[in-house]
């Protein structure tokens, strides 16, 4: 098993884990457990393959990806019930498992042969959205609306994967370090609130006012 497996292996394992803690808090059987897991662990990278044409997708040409994603699964049905704040503990591994996913979308794109660019949104792409249908289907506020730092970490990691690829580093500190620097941004969000300006919508016209300037007419 190489460096870059270990990795990629890893951020399955974990991300899988924060979609079976999603399943512990609405309480769901021991298939919801393994369907929430697996769709959350393999999610990402299976939209990333169709989007990359890189088909077929990343669990069918790996059956070990679902694998590890039911042993997660597993492991926390009959674990999570001994922890009392499992949404936290599901934030703080869901920070863990973008920012390794970041890098390995990353790489995933440039090992395919396509550029820079790409790859940044690759990492992006694959780092976010196993958390999103996650969320969704456990009709849980999504990660991407709260307002701490997010996407941006997921940005920084994979940029950080890609521009030292591009000056040749070795893949193991590429990889260290930009998964290091995603798990930075979101830990830091996450413990000391760190977000970016949000945008300050103005008050929309009423419909007096649109009349008034010749927009809406009355009938």
């Known amino acids: 098993m190489t460096f870059i497996d270990f990795i990629d292996y890893a951020g399955v394992f974990v991300f899988a884990a924060t979609g079976a803690l999603a399943a512990s808090r609405c309480r769901l059987d021991i298939i919801g457990f393994i369907f ?3 769709m959350t662990a393999v999610g990402g990278g299976a939209l990333r393959d ?10 069918v040409r790996e059956p070990l990806y679902l694998l590890i994603g039911t042993s997660a699964a597993v492991l926390v049905y009959f674990t999570a019930h001994r922890v009392e704040s499992r949404y936290r503990i599901l934030l703080w591994l869901d920070a863990i498992g973008m920012a390794m996913f970041s890098v390995m979308g990353a790489e995933k794109a440039l090992h395919l042969g396509f550029n820079a660019w790409v790859a ?3 990492g992006i792409f694959t780092a976010t959205m196993g958390g999103v249908l996650r969320d969704v289907v456990a009709g849980q506020p999504s990660v991407l609306m709260r307002r ?6 997921a940005l920084a990691g994979a940029c950080t994967f890609v521009a030292l690829s591009a000056l040749s580093a070795p893949i193991t500190f590429s990889v260290l370090a930009g998964t290091g620097i995603a798990f930075l941004i979101r830990g830091g969000a996450l413990y000391y ?6 945008h300050k919508a103005r008050r929309g016209r009423t419909e007096e006012e649109l009349k008034r300037d010749g927009i809406v007419r009355d009938e």
């Not at 701490?148 to 970490?153: D, L, P, R, T, V």
């Not at 609130?193 to 949000?198: E, Q, R």
């Open 120 to 122: 940044i949104v690759a």
């Open 50 to 59: 169709l989007m990359l044409g890189n088909t077929p997708v990343n669990w």
């Open 148 to 153: 701490e730092i997010y996407i941006s970490a």
């Open 36 to 38: 929430l897991a697996n």
């Open 193 to 198: 609130g760190w977000v970016l300006p949000a």
